[in-house]
């Protein structure tokens, strides 16, 4: 998680460690050479890794102006800035053109409603969907939605709110199931699940 520094001396925020769990889990970016589009790509730490490592393009959408143009800039000290767009919006609420892989990086759990925003994912028709969620497994799924509710009384105190949802894992995959994906590879940390679900075919 080594932070990264541009040539103009700004510091941009490292890749964190869930995130680097679910990119090992896309070891085949260069032999695919993927057209990707993130929802809720942030800074897109993983988003440009993937160019740097082969993706053909990629499509990154958050809602935060910081995080775009934080995006933008380590797309451009990256060197791969020609094959990167990045939009401030909602992703949930659009359908998006067509891509090879969607990711979800730690972006359901800051969204309140998982139907719609899987829903906007699935709309991109992609060949891969890859996400991060907290688990809502077992005891570790009890654990996180504790510790999630207890920071979300917390946040609501501050001006910068921003809640975090632990949705159910098992809905996530049926409804991945239903729309014709097959779980590819999975991944945890105490907390947190990665996986990989590429669709089946005809």
Request: aromatic residues 6%.
């Amino acid at each position: 998680m080594t932070r990264v520094r541009t040539e103009d001396g700004t510091v941009l925020p490292p890749m964190v460690a869930v995130t680097e769990r679910l990119l090992a889990q896309l070891d085949d970016v260069a032999d695919l050479r993927p057209k990707v589009l993130e929802l809720g790509c942030g800074s897109a730490a993983l988003l440009v890794t993937l160019l740097t490592r082969g993706a053909a393009a990629a499509d990154g959408v958050d809602l935060s102006p910081e995080a775009i143009a934080t995006a933008q800039r380590r797309a451009a000290d990256a060197g791969v800035d020609e094959r990167a767009h990045f939009e401030i919006a909602d992703g949930a609420r659009a359908t998006h053109a067509a891509h090879d892989w969607v990711i979800l990086d730690r972006a359901i759990c800051c969204y309140p409603d998982m139907p719609a925003l899987l829903g906007a994912a699935l709309s991109a028709n992609p060949a891969r969907v890859a996400f991060s969620v907290p688990t809502s497994r077992g005891v570790r799924g009890l654990a996180n939605r504790l510790f999630w509710g207890f920071e979300a009384r917390v946040a609501h105190l501050r001006e910068d709110w921003c809640p975090g949802y632990v949705h159910d894992l098992n809905d996530i995959e049926r409804r991945l199931t239903a729309a014709g994906f097959r779980r590819r590879s999975t991944d945890s940390t105490l907390l947190w699940y990665t996986a990989v679900w590429d669709r089946t075919a005809a």
